[in-house]
């Protein structure tokens, strides 16, 4: 995907930064090399800044996509559909298997769910060491009371994610994009 949809916000933040140092050079506040050496930078770090961050706004454009009615939660099946057509629930089982993932949306649910049972949710991390234990959303959800995913039968049915989540599902999923972000957070230490 494209970032293009950027390009007016870009020009019209240019466009204020370059009337503000006119204005200043007119009332000689700045000098003309001073003007230019700004004018310069600020472009500069505009697009430093656009290429650092463009894997996390591309994640959040294929994400605004994947939106479900609620405008507030992402659809899991929809992203699991990308890697296997045939069967997304199993990708999310597989995601949900993972101790890391149900640490993740322990933490989401301990700071957005007051109602969250986290001994429930440490028994099922357990469980997650027995070969023959299937974790699906559902079983997630109504033993934990937990907010954070959702599970829809019927039509429009799936597994919907709020935001953190859909992110690191979507991270896990796709170990490019993964790397994408690692090298943007190196570049932005570097900075």
């Not at 020009?11 to 009337?19: C, K, V």
């Not at 605004?64 to 009615?69: A, I, R, T």
């Amino acid at each position: 995907m494209s970032l293009e949809i950027y390009d007016d916000a870009v020009a019209e933040y240019l466009g204020n930064i370059e009337r503000t140092v006119k204005e200043l050079q007119e009332s000689a506040a700045i000098c003309d090399e001073t003007a230019e050496y700004t004018l310069k930078n600020q472009r500069i770090s505009i697009q430093k800044y656009l290429e650092t961050n463009r894997p996390y706004a591309q994640l959040l454009m294929e994400l605004k996509h994947l939106e479900y009615k609620d405008k507030q939660t992402y659809s899991l099946t929809e992203i699991a559909k990308r890697k296997d057509e045939t069967n997304p629930s199993y990708i999310i089982q597989s995601w949900l298997r993972n101790v890391n993932t149900l640490e993740l949306l322990c933490l989401w649910e301990e700071e957005h769910n007051t109602d969250f049972n986290i001994e429930e949710a440490r028994k099922l991390m357990n469980k997650t060491k027995e070969p023959s234990f299937t974790l699906t959303a559902k079983t997630w959800i109504s033993n934990t009371n937990a907010k954070g995913l959702i599970s829809k039968q019927g039509k429009g049915g799936g597994t919907y994610a709020y935001h953190e989540i859909a992110i690191d599902f979507i991270t896990w999923l796709f170990p490019e994009k993964r790397y994408a972000f690692a090298k943007m957070i190196v570049i932005k230490s570097l900075m």
